[in-house]
């Protein structure tokens, strides 16, 4: 079953288009990109794929499912997690607390259960417990379960974000420019890590991204939007070539 | 229909109350996003000030009516003023320099409310004031109505001052400054203007309007006790909200429609419903529409 | 077994209160203070999961309680006592030593479904508009009892005294000190396993970053709706416990005075830490009755504390951190993590 699957999406904000007539469709197991210039929409199609904008027209359908009406959590339940571009992790809860809340959408248990601290609470909380160590560990994060996101450095939040929204078990992962403001040993590492992921859990990566090294050695395949309308896409080598990106990157002064 | 206009007269007059507090609610969440809970007691300490400065030249100073009003009305508004600048800069000021969160601004100024308020308890006693009479009454009566020269006069201040403001904010330098620190207080320094005057001015505006309407209704009202501001600030601040705040048209608008609601349920209700009816309905206008009829929510980038 | 240490403290601390309040030695006041106190700590507690967890403003904690007392109150009335209002007692007042708990589960339930309507907006909205409508929802509780002149409107209710004189003759024990201190664990107890859990641990996250939690599965609405319940519902039974301690109820009493009360606590005690909302609650009791001579100028005082506290130490007494992050070592001596 096609994973994602993007109609004629637009999205009007009183006068402004910021997106048209976007189409995608996207398969299990892909590294895809989403390039363009600034303010040309992309974080607006990751905020409609999310469940944050209902559109103004269009649809989208993840996992065969129409996700016309559901709020975000309830979307991230369909199998789709996201980061953000700037980093959206809690940064007054240690990182283990970051991936337990997250799991939220199966927790199990009732308040009424909380508040008795019965069997049903206890054994979930444990499971909770475990998944979220597990995570942390094969993410090689484990030793820093106890500390707060503020207090590690900024490569290493990025990473905990990944491993947070990984811990949602989604099929579709949005990475929201997740080179943003790394340097670039943290790039390096990230695009290991990236491969890593898409290799290891098998899950379908969209992601948007400036910097060009990440996408092109990442992606398999590449859409260009400027003013919320698709200008081009392709492969790595043939975006990099095409003259309608080109110019709308660098504009339209020959050089 | 007599009663009709009877009471949109009355609803005109209560509501310029209301709309000239609330313009002080407003100017200063306009320029600062600060809800300034002390604003409601900062008029009833302008009642107060017109109290003493009219006992002063009528009783001590043996000057006629008129020319205590006279005397009596920039007196109290530049008085009220320095009230609610010093609450700025002893209270408010430090707290931004600090760059605090704002939710501690917000309840230093709830406390100075309630400091003004029991301090004025405490220091001049329970005992009420009653305020002076400075203008004449006279009764114009006309079609069936009746309207004091009083009422009058409060309409059309309020009228006035709400032009004034209008002006100031939408076509002066400073207006336009005032308006820019609500949207970014970073970048207006970068363009040369001194935040810190544009906010003692705006409180300077404020504090006049809230000095004014305190001399008007105690004129109008003439019994003072300490707690006068608290029920009247609560209701103007609402209808500041109602109206859209940081808006000043909302806020004049607001406090309208507040007394009009009010007056309006008096008429139909027994009168101890008023207050809760009022408050009812404007809990349902927030609830649908948070941010006012004027107001414009502010988008949150994700 | 050391893990229980705590617990078992806790308990010998409340056996010791009510074994002196019986023998009488402890003056009446003295009891009273301590009642006003435990019940302090559950106003206090409670709005620290809305204002200071949940990062929400709410200034109507007062109406909350009001709802309770009244609930609390008219409930007693109806079952153990034999009233001018409801005739005679539906239950054997002799019962009410067991079953006084419906009446503080009645009051906690009827003014948690009061928090519903602040909680749905707050869906929405945030910060300052809550605020007012907090502030609305208090003032139109209180006006609406005060337009209700069979439960005695603004002169007040009073016949919650038979219930605790019914109890005082089956046993004699110092019940009110009882059923206070038991509502006062308990809330604190509620709350505890309510913030330590998966569950309540979604509070802050909406508090710290709402998008994200959103993102992560976290149903915020929902959130909202248990957090301002539970903490509106606890309120209830704070008040309900009040009414019975003073055996009179004027709707005047919980306004924004009450609210300030409450509010004064969680920011002295440091916005999201429990053990911070017992601590202030129980100083800033003894710093009310320490005033109490100074009558009028406690109220210019006690906000001119917060003021001073806004901006000097607004974290308050434990910033948001609880006894055990300080003390360490005390961990070893509870159950929960």
Known sequence: MTLLSINGLTQKFGGLLAVSDFNITLEGGELVGLIGPNGAGKTTVFNLVSGFYQPTDGEIILNGSKTKGLRPHQVTALGVARTFQNIRLWHDMTVLDNIRVSQHYRMGYSLLDAFRRS??????????????????????????????????????????????????????????????????????????????IHKEFGITIWMIEHQMKVVMSLCSWIKVIDFGSTIAEGTPEQIQSNPTVIKAYLGDDTI | MEFVFQNILNALQWGSFYALIALGYTLVYGVLLLINFAHGDIFMVGAYIAYFVATLFLGTMGLGPTATLVLAVPLTMILTSCVGVT??????????????????????????????????????????????????????????????????????????????????????????????????????????????????????????????????????YPVLEPYMGALIGWKAFIAAVVGGIGDIRGAFLGGFLLAFLEIGVAAVFPSTLRDLIAFTVLLLIMWRKPTGIFGVAKHQKI | MQRYALNALLLVLALVIIGLSQAGAIDLYVQSVIMFMAINVIMSSSLNLVNGNMGEFSCGHGGFMCVGAYVGSLLSMLLFTNSKLFGAALLPPATAVFLFPIVLLGAGVVAALAGIIVAVPSFKTRGDYL???????????????????????????????????????????????????????????????????????????????????????????????????????????????????????????????????????????????????????????????????????????????????????????????????????????????
């Not at chain 1, 979930?124 to 379960?145: C, G, P, T, V």
């Not at chain 2, 002066?172 to 001194?194: E, N, Q, V, Y």
């Not at chain 3, 664990?185 to 710290?208: D, E, H, M, P, W």
């Not at chain 3, 210019?300 to 003021?307: A, C, E, F, G, S």
């Open chain 1, 119 to 196: 069997k049903r609470y206890r054994e979930n909380e444990k499971r909770i417990d475990s998944i979220a160590l597990d995570l942390l560990e094969a993410m090689d994060l484990r030793q820093y379960a106890d500390e707060y996101p503020k207090n590690l450095p900024y490569g290493l939040q990025r990473r905990v974000e990944i491993a947070r929204a990984m811990s949602v078990k989604p099929k579709l992962l949005l990475l929201d420019e997740p080179a943003a403001g790394l340097n670039s040993a943290d790039v390096d590492g990230l695009i290991k890590l990236v491969r890593w």
């Open chain 3, 131 to 337: 605020a007012i409508i907090t502030l609305a929802v208090n003032y139109i509780v209180i006006s609406a009892i005060q337009n209700l002149d069979v439960i005695g409107g603004p002169r007040g209710l009073t016949g919650m005294r038979p219930t605790i004189a019914a109890m005082g003759d089956v046993v004699n024990l110092p019940w009110m000190m009882i059923w206070v201190l038991i509502g006062c664990f308990g809330s604190v107890f509620l709350i505890r396993r309510y913030i330590s859990s998966t569950y309540g641990k979604g509070v802050n996250a909406v508090c710290q970053d709402e998008i994200a939690a959103e993102i992560m599965s976290v149903d915020t609405n929902r959130i909202k709706l248990v957090t301002f319940m539970i903490s509106s519902g606890l309120a209830g039974v704070a008040g309900a416990l009040y009414a019975h301690v003073v055996g009179y109820l004027n709707p005047g009493s919980f306004d924004i005075l009450k609210s300030t009360e409450a509010m004064v606590m969680v920011y002295l005690g440091g916005m999201g830490s429990l053990s911070g909302s017992v601590i202030s609650a129980v100083v800033f009791t003894i710093l009310l009755e320490a005033l109490r001579p100074l009558q009028i100028y406690k109220w210019v005082i006690v906000p001119l504390i917060l003021i001073l506290l806004m901006q000097f130490r607004p974290e308050g007494i434990m910033g948001n951190k609880e006894l055990s992050d300080l003390f360490p070592r005390m961990r070893k001596y509870f159950t929960f993590k």
């Open chain 2, 87 to 220: 609450l700025e800069r002893v209270a408010y000021r430090p707290l931004r320099r600090k760059g605090a969160h704002r939710l501690y601004v917000v309840i230093t100024a709830l406390m100075c409310g309630l400091m003004l308020e029991n301090g004025n308890l405490a220091l001049l006693g329970a005992s009420r004031k009653y305020f002076p009479e400075l203008m004449e009454k006279t009764v114009y009566s006309f079609a069936g109505l009746s309207v004091t020269n009083l009422k009058v006069v409060v309409i059309i201040t309020a009228f006035i001052a709400f032009a004034v403001l209008q002006f100031i904010v939408t076509r002066t330098k400073i207006g336009m400054a005032m308006r820019g620190i609500s949207w970014d207080k970073f970048a207006i320094p970068l363009m040369g203007i001194p935040v810190d005057s544009i906010i003692v001015f705006t409180f300077v505006l404020g504090s006049g309007m809230a000095g004014l309407a305190g001399l008007l209704f105690a004129m109008a």
